[in-house]
């Protein structure tokens, strides 16, 4: 389980750190979303829980814009669907609150933790083809791609395993986090997309399709010398 | 309100075919909508205008017989058949709503086949409704409805099984198509209950 940073008031973040002290999750408690970033940066923090409390929802939003690979949990020293529903929207990966037990809060935070693509914390490069998943960016050579991060964390993933075909369920793991059931075609959907917006910038690189099976990325020797470099 | 012995039975064939037919159009959006989704230019503000003509249908049918001392069948056969008409439309609209309302990012295969069972039904049931005059060639119709009900039946226990085979399969989905899967085929339950009423109007009138 990685480090987390609580950020919040006394007492409504006692109930939590407590847990986590219980549950051997090293953690740090700070006031301010300020803190919390200089923690976060310190790289003493993977995981940032932040209380439902904490006024600051625009700093908050800054430095999940900032820190886009660590993992937003929101906790709720009150439940409430509404609520947690509404902080899901903001783009919380997990909402804990008062009511779940112990082991409870532990298992969410280690399966949140676990959904993280492990291939997200480095940039990737293939050819001209760069992906800055720390900083939420693509291009091609000096041309930015304007991809979502659904898009540019498929086309991460493509690009690490390149030239080797990836299935479709795969993929979906790896960029959603979840298993995917069958039937479900929100891969083949946001291939379709990436590759218009790759297609619009270069005929140099290419998703293609290996029919019933999945997709792979394909770049000519003399744009691809070499294979992946992380960089 | 002026009552009249007259029969103006050419207005209810004429008004429950025009049902009949703005049911099937606004499966057929549906299934173009899920198909083409997220990236269809229908709204679905779209369907929601034929499930509002779907109302208006069924008011001026309930209007006529208001109106009417002479209708072609029995009042209550008339009432029953024209919600039974516009529940189908209503299901539709109600499960197209979803797609926003749940922010799908993609549509899963068993749904577009749903929708293709679904248009089939409706196709079945406009085609019925269109020859309520006589009462001739709707036993065919029927037919085909209750085995679109029987397909769509297969299909959506097919898709409910498929959300749980792997028990890693994110919640949110499961529970988002789910209610999808079940909105669809209470579209198509909808079909086969219409065809339920008008298959007991036959009987009674042929």
């Known amino acids: 389980m990685p480090g987390c940073v609580l950020v919040g008031r006394e007492p409504d973040v006692r109930a939590l750190s407590a847990i986590l002290e219980d549950g051997g999750v090293e953690h740090s408690v700070v006031e301010r979303v300020g803190e919390a970033e200089h923690v976060v940066a310190a790289g003493r923090a993977e995981v940032v829980v932040v209380a439902d409390s904490t006024a600051d ?72 083809l760069r992906i800055d998943a720390a900083h939420g960016v693509a291009s091609w050579g000096e041309t930015e791609l304007r991809l979502t991060r659904r898009e540019r964390e498929l086309l991460e993933a493509l690009a690490a395993a390149c030239p080797r075909t990836l299935r479709r369920e795969e993929l979906y793991r790896s960029v959603w986090g979840y298993a995917m059931a069958r039937g479900d075609r929100t891969v083949d959907v946001n291939v379709t997309r990436l590759r218009a917006k790759l297609t619009a910038v270069t005929h140099d690189v290419a998703i293609a399709t290996e029919p019933g099976v999945g997709y792979r990325l394909e770049v000519p020797l003399h744009v691809c010398s070499a294979a992946v470099t992380r960089l | ?156 226990r097919d898709a409910i099984a498929a959300l749980f085979e792997d028990e890693d399969v994110s919640p949110r989905a499961i529970i988002r198509w789910k209610d999808i899967f079940e909105a669809l085929e209470q579209a198509i339950d909808a079909c086969d209950t219409a065809a339920h009423v008008l298959g007991n109007i036959v009987v009674k009138n042929a």
Not at chain 2, 35 to 46: F, G, K, L, M, V
Request: aromatic letters at 6%; hydrophobic letters at 45%.
């Open chain 2, 1 to 156: 309100m002026r009552l009249t012995l007259v029969p103006q039975t050419k207005e209810f064939y004429g008004l429950f075919a025009e049902a009949g037919d703005n049911a099937l159009e606004a499966a057929k959006l549906v299934e173009h909508r899920f198909r083409e989704h997220p990236d269809t230019a229908i709204r679905q503000a779209q369907v929601k205008t034929l499930e509002h003509e779907g109302d208006r249908l069924t008011a001026e049918i309930f209007r006529l017989l208001n109106t009417h001392y002479v209708t072609p069948f029995d009042r209550e056969d008339i009432y029953g058949l024209a919600g039974a008409v516009d529940t189908v439309v209503d299901q539709i609209e109600a499960a197209s709503e979803l797609l926003d309302l749940y922010r799908i990012e993609a549509p899963m295969e068993q749904s577009l086949a749903q929708c293709r069972v679904l248009v089939e039904a409706t196709g079945a049931l406009a085609h019925a409704l269109s020859r309520l005059r006589g009462f001739r060639g709707i036993d065919a119709h029927l037919a085909a409805i209750k085995r679109c009900e029987d397909e769509g039946d297969r299909i959506v």
């Open chain 1, 57 to 128: 929802h625009d700093a908050i939003d800054r430095l999940r814009r900032a820190q886009p690979e660590r993992l937003f949990v929101a906790w709720l020293p009150h439940s409430s669907t509404s609520r947690a529903a509404q902080l899901f929207r903001r783009g919380f990966v997990e909402v804990l609150d008062a009511t779940m037990g112990g082991a409870e809060l532990l298992a969410r935070l280690a399966n949140a933790a676990a959904r993280r693509p492990a291939h997200a914390r480095e940039p990737v490069r293939l050819g001209l």
